[in-house]
T-cell receptor, first 116, second 114 residues
Framework: GNSVTQMEGPVTLSEEAFLTINCTYT??????LFWYVQYPGEGLQLLLK?????DKGSNKGFEATYRKETTSFHLEKGSVQVSDSAVYFC???????????????FGSGTQLTVLP | DTAVSQTPKYLVTQMGNDKSIKCEQN?????MYWYKQDSKKFLKIMFS???????INETVPNRFSPKSPDKAHLNLHINSLELGDSAVYFC?????????????FGPGTRLTVL
């Protein structure tokens, strides 16, 4: 079946530090890959996505590259800010078991705290 | 304007009660979803509807029943609530259910069963 393995947290960084959150996946076919972010007390919102191999998604200084050969989609940011403190979810979209619909499968989430 | 809205935001109730959570989206999307997020933040799909038709029905207890009166609304009714149902429930929508689609999430409903 489909699965997403995400770096366990929590992760605590100082402001302006470099961020990497590792994500690897298992899926049949050619999934789309996503990073969603959840700020405290809110729902999830899309951070970035990539829909085919070697695509790079980017948004708000965050980047991730769809690596089919290593089945990975690691999230990076060169200089984090206090406002980046949130829970980050890696996810893939692939066929549901019956083959008639797609579903998102999420990783376990990584709590990031950025200290001033 | 809120894109995906849920009511109520908080729900505290006793074991054995029946409760409903409502979800509405004003994005014109065809597909809507319900997710459950447990205390460790793990998210799992429960149901999905496309144009009012149920297309994903994960292995959840049949005490949970989704209803979609039209493609802008997807409600979740829960019978005979149990302690283990305590969680945050998120509604989401996407344009068409394609794998490349972004899903748009509501703010969540925190259900606490006492």
């Amino acid at each position: 079946g489909n699965s997403v393995t995400q770096m366990e947290g929590p992760v605590t960084l100082s402001e302006e530090a470099f961020l990497t959150i590792n994500c690897t996946y298992t899926a049949t076919g050619y999934p789309s890959l996503f990073w969603y972010v959840q700020y405290p007390g809110e729902g999830l919102q899309l951070l970035l996505k990539a829909t085919k191999a070697d695509d790079k998604g980017s948004n708000k200084g965050f980047e991730a590259t769809y690596r089919k050969e290593t089945t990975s989609f690691h999230l990076e940011k060169g200089s984090v800010q206090v406002s980046d403190s949130a829970v980050y979810f890696c996810a893939l979209s692939a066929y549901y078991a019956s083959g008639s619909a797609r579903q998102l499968t999420f990783g376990s989430g990584t709590q990031l705290t950025v200290l001033p | 304007d809120t894109a995906v809205s849920q009511t109520p935001k908080y729900l505290v109730t006793q074991m054995g009660n029946d409760k409903s959570i409502k979800c509405e989206q004003n994005l014109g999307h065809d597909t809507m979803y319900w997710y459950k997020q447990d205390s460790k933040k793990f998210l799992k799909i429960m149901f999905s509807y496309n144009n009012k038709e149920l297309i994903i029905n994960e292995t959840v207890p049949n005490r949970f029943s989704p209803k979609s009166p039209d493609k802008a609304h997807l409600n979740l009714h829960i019978n005979s609530l149990e302690l283990g149902d305590s969680a945050v429930y998120f509604c989401a929508s996407s344009p068409s259910g394609f794998s490349t689609d972004t899903q748009y999430f509501g703010p969540g409903t925190r259900l606490t069963v006492l």
